[in-house]
């Protein structure tokens, strides 16, 4: 198995793409913070980075890569390797290489310019998202053969899980106006793990005050310990659940 | 050796494979012969595991394959069309092969040195043409020594020399007892290569015989002329 993750984290450094999305990152975050005299909003604007680009370069490059990888996943098919291996293989190098290239390209300034909680907690979360998505980009690779549909569907989901999901709550929130919602929002964050990423960096703020009635319920909730480790866990079980599923998928696929 | 028991495919509505029952014997050289889209790639790619049949069984040396995969390092396989990660030269190729393999056996380099691969390591993939790929392809099957061949149109895209190298490989490793399995369209060269013949149409196995048998059913001595006339015989039925 860790041969092969070598040959996938080769092949990903050899493609200059992840070295131009680190140094992206770079420049980004150290302009972000170095221009603000006030580190948290530095942070603040640094966060809607994280939770937009971060999603969408992992979803499309691990989409892009899988797909070009066809022939080299065909080439293993036919050694004594266990598929299972092949695929997980797969995945840890996508998700080695692509969460260096996070955390030299963030990490490192937010370390320098604002060690804080608030800091660490967002190295955490864009490492969690940048895992989340490659999990996501992979797993929607089984559901499509052609090229072009498949990096459709994964700019969709980036879409759905940074746009529309926001959209559809609001759409629900002012259905239901009239009923309590606060503790279903809780709930209903949990579907999204960008949602999720952004509520606990914002509480860590203390900028809960900004939500409204719904940040009091989320910072009852999100503030305590047992609020965090569950909506680690949620994270976690995002990353799990979709690996799970195409583990499941790709032994029975045919090439 | 290799035992197929009743495999069926479907890819969607179509029957790729359709009940098909053989076995394979070691120093057995079959020729997997059939028309266009007759299943004869499907066929090789459920006994290599890589499409997975809708019902029946493989065995390979008497033990079921079904989710195994350390029976394919007794297989070399040389697919019909050679797809190679485009950004790796020759030589990273035919090193992460012998890598991941590990096997402890000497290897078996004489295509590496009669096809001069060693001159083009550097080559990139992505550079490289049909009938080189085709070479790369041919040395990687046999490289391991492996106690089965398999070869998917094996000379196709290669030149006249190339391809009477690779074919006095063939007789050499069917000589050392093993069990070798081709599809080509090109009959021709199929002559002093196969003892048995397993003729494939419309996801059927329609027979399997040895080449002496179809001589004697069919009164020709070549095998394309042979099989034509079963072609023939076929259609009109």
Redesign the interface.
């Known amino acids: 198995m860790n041969?092969?993750i070598k040959?996938v984290i080769t092949?990903i450094l050899?493609?200059k793409i992840v070295l131009a999305y680190m140094l992206c990152l770079l420049a980004l975050s150290f302009s972000v913070l170095s221009l603000e005299d006030n580190i948290t909003k530095g942070l603040l604007s640094l966060l809607n980075i994280i939770l937009i680009i971060v999603p969408l370069i992992s979803i499309i490059f691990s989409a892009i890569y899988i797909y070009?990888?066809?022939?080299?996943i065909?080439?293993?098919?036919?050694?004594?390797?266990?598929?299972k291996t092949i695929w997980l293989s797969l995945f840890i190098g996508l998700a080695a290489s692509l969460s260096i290239a996070f955390l030299i390209g963030t990490a490192l300034p937010i370390l320098i310019y604002a060690f804080s909680a608030t800091g660490i907690i967002m190295i955490v979360v864009g490492l969690l998202l940048t895992i989340i998505f490659i999990a996501i980009a992979m797993l929607a690779t089984l559901f499509a053969r052609d090229k072009a549909k498949g990096i459709g569907v994964s700019i969709l989901l980036w879409l759905y899980f940074s746009l529309l999901f926001d959209g559809l709550v609001l759409f629900f929130l002012f259905q239901f106006s009239d009923y309590p919602l606060e503790k279903i929002m809780v709930g209903l964050a949990a579907l999204n793990p960008i949602d999720l990423g952004r509520i606990l960096i914002l509480l860590k703020m203390d900028v809960s005050a900004l939500m409204g009635y719904t940040g009091a319920v989320f910072k009852d909730f999100f503030g305590t310990n047992i609020g965090l480790v569950a909506s680690f866990t949620v994270m976690f079980l995002w990353i799990i659940v979709p690996v799970w599923i195409a583990v499941k998928k790709f032994?029975?696929?045919?090439? | 050796m290799i035992e197929i028991k009743n495999i069926s495919k479907k890819f969607g509505k179509l029957n790729a494979l359709n009940n098909v029952s053989a076995t394979c014997n070691t120093s057995e050289c079959i020729a997997l012969i059939g028309p266009n889209g007759s299943g004869k790639t499907t066929l090789i790619k459920s006994i290599l595991g890589m499409v997975v049949p809708n019902s029946g069984e493989i065995f390979f040396n008497k033990k079921t394959i079904a989710h195994q995969w350390n029976y394919r390092e007794h297989i070399g396989y040389m697919p019909q069309i050679g797809r190679y990660p485009d950004n790796m030269t020759i030589g990273q190729v035919v090193d992460m092969m012998k890598d991941i393999r590990n096997q402890k056996t000497e290897l078996d380099e004489t295509l590496i040195n009669k096809f001069e691969l060693k001159e083009m390591y550097n080559k990139r993939m992505r550079t490289l043409s049909g009938g080189t790929r085709q070479k790369v392809s041919a040395t990687l099957a046999f490289l391991f020594n492996p106690q089965v061949l398999i070869l998917d149109e094996p000379t196709a895209g290669l030149d006249p020399v190339s391809s009477e190298i690779l074919k006095e490989k063939i007789i050499e490793e069917k000589k050392k007892g093993k069990l070798i399995l081709i599809t080509s369209h090109v009959l021709s060269e199929l002559d002093d290569l196969v003892s048995q013949v397993i003729y494939m149409q419309d996801g059927k196995l329609i027979f399997h015989k040895s080449i002496q048998q179809v001589h004697t059913d069919t009164g020709e001595v070549k095998l394309s002329k042979a099989i034509a006339r079963v072609m023939n015989y076929e259609q009109n039925n």
């Open positions: 041969k092969i040959y092949d050899r493609n070009n990888s066809a022939e080299f065909e080439l293993l098919l036919s050694q004594p390797l266990k598929r032994n029975k696929k045919d090439l």
